[in-house]
């Protein structure tokens, strides 16, 4: 009985297996890019400009330093509610690139999600699995707390697409699927410090995020949400839960002077 | 299984705080926190000096304990480790996902603070492997101070030497090179290099470990995050052939370019 589950086990997570899962829907994967053979992927990362926050994003030159293939980075911004603001393009010219996110680019002070994929310049035959991670910043006058991404939350299975159809056919890199997700932050949250959650929504379908039982937000697609945590209302052990199936926040911490921002 | 450690220098102190429960809410009620470090050239297991809570062990860095290592077990596993000359995998308490990690924080004289939640996970140990770090992801030209700390763990209760190089990419040279010991958190100083780092690699050819870098800005202003292991910015059947041709290459380089 043992040798028949141990071999239903490995049925179950081999490249098949996932395949069959994310298209009958029973049990789906979590990640969907598994049993993809040809997809650039990306975070749903966080941009702020409120509050005199700065953001600035870091990314390595994935294509080249893999695949040997010139490539260039396409920035997607989406307000706070998930709504397309603007797209851009920049040109590697060193082995990690950035982009500063400041008022001057967004146009106004607010908070907002980007994607950011990586792209080869000329089409080719060779096919792409790239989980590029990146890396994030967050602070004020120039001074960043870094951050690597939280979650690979978007892909497009396309990757040498066109500029002008590259929205439309980003998709999310986890499952829809509705979960009862219970998550212990494993960090002592202080209370000498303000606290801050942020959360992104890479899905389709709105989610439903809770802390502690008392803070309930909802999130739209491709939205986020930043949701401050009264010090009264910080707990000795923090619980989110959510029907999201990975509602892994990114903590902002700071007092008057230094900011402090890392995963949960 | 999941170890922990310190990363503290001259100018920075840290604060490990470590959960006694999972991410899913199940806690370690018969597990403790103990910590290893090599005397003797073997493993010796202590208790170390912590504060707890129900929910937490907090330890903070000290000259002594700047290269331990931390880890959850019963009391009754431990002696296989003093058994056995080695780091062993002695529960799956920490073996989560997401993964089980503790909060590894740096503080200066400024009071500014940045932290990232930490782990090392057992199957590193067993290996001595190679490491590529990229530079310019983490680091920030304008800040004070650059540097990255390297944490290796190791299996065995050696201290052996192992070489690291600074090399930039740009310009085909090797900027520096670092003599660092398995089993400890070593500190590499970057900020000569600071306005080249964009285009920069860290490489060693003998050791695995967890890069973690720091910018220090004028103002005390702390950032402090690791990059990820190169295999994971890709996927597929044919990725860790893609990573073996990156260090390759990098190792080529170095190489070739070494006086």
């Known amino acids: 009985m043992l040798q028949i589950r141990k071999y239903l086990k490995i049925i179950y997570r081999s490249h098949i297996g996932r395949k069959i899962r994310d298209y009958t829907g029973f049990r789906s994967p979590i990640f969907l890019f598994h049993h993809k053979n040809n997809f650039i992927s990306s975070d749903l990362f966080i941009w702020r400009t409120d509050q005199e926050i700065q953001t600035v994003f870091k990314a390595s030159n994935i294509l080249k330093k893999y695949y040997d293939i010139e490539s260039f980075l396409t920035f997607i911004f989406y307000d706070r509610n998930g709504k397309f603001l603007m797209q851009k393009n920049i040109q590697f010219k060193n082995l990690a690139e950035e982009l500063i996110i400041d008022k001057k680019l967004i146009g106004f002070k607010s908070y907002g999600t980007f994607n950011v994929f990586n792209r080869p310049i000329v089409k080719l035959k060779k096919k792409f699995n790239v989980t590029n991670r990146c890396y994030v910043g967050y602070g004020r006058n120039g001074e960043f707390s870094m951050v690597h991404g939280n979650i690979i939350g978007s892909m497009i299975n396309e990757p040498f697409i066109s500029d002008n159809r590259i929205v439309d056919h980003i998709k999310p890199a986890i499952t829809n699927r509705k979960v009862n997700f219970k998550y212990f932050i494993q960090k002592k949250i202080s209370k000498d410090y303000n606290t801050t959650f942020g959360f992104t929504n890479p899905l389709d379908r709105r989610i439903t995020i809770e802390i502690n039982n008392s803070y309930k937000i909802n999130i739209e697609p491709k939205g986020c949400n930043l949701l401050y945590i009264r010090k009264e209302d910080i707990k000795k052990q923090n619980i989110i839960t959510s029907d999201f199936v990975f509602a892994r926040p990114i903590l902002f911490c700071e007092n008057h002077q230094f900011i402090d921002c890392h995963h949960g | ?259």
């Open chain 2, 1 to 259: 299984m999941n170890f922990f450690f310190h990363a503290c220098n001259d100018f920075l102190s840290s604060t490990l705080t470590i959960p006694k429960f999972q991410n899913q809410g199940k806690s370690s009620e018969d597990l403790n926190l103990f910590s290893a470090r090599i005397s003797n050239n073997a493993w010796q297991i202590i208790i170390p000096d912590y504060v707890e809570d129900d929910f937490f062990w907090t330890v903070e860095s000290d000259i002594r304990n700047k290269d331990d290592i931390y880890f959850i077990s019963s009391p009754d596993s431990i002696e296989n480790i003093h058994l056995n000359y080695s780091l062993l995998d002695l529960n799956d308490h920490t073996n989560t996902m997401p993964e089980y990690r503790a909060n590894l924080e740096v503080s200066n004289t400024k009071g500014a603070w940045s932290s990232y939640q930490s782990e090392y996970p057992f199957n590193m140990t067993k290996k001595l492997g190679s490491l590529y770090s990229e530079c310019g992801l983490l680091t920030d030209h304008k800040a004070e101070n650059i540097g990255v700390f390297i944490r290796n763990i190791y299996y065995l209760p050696i201290k052996d030497e192992v070489t690291f190089y600074l090399y930039d990419d740009l310009h085909n040279k090797i900027l520096s090179e670092f003599i660092l010991k398995l089993n400890t958190t070593s500190y590499i100083d970057l900020s000569d290099f600071k306005e080249l780092l964009s285009n920069c690699f860290i490489y060693s050819k003998d050791c695995l470990g967890i890069p973690i870098y720091v910018s220090q800005y004028k103002n005390g202003s702390l950032s402090f995050e690791h990059t990820h292991p190169p295999h994971e910015s890709i996927s597929g059947s044919m990725r860790f052939h893609y990573v073996n041709q990156l260090k390759n290459a990098a190792n080529k380089k170095i190489s070739e370019n070494y006086l």
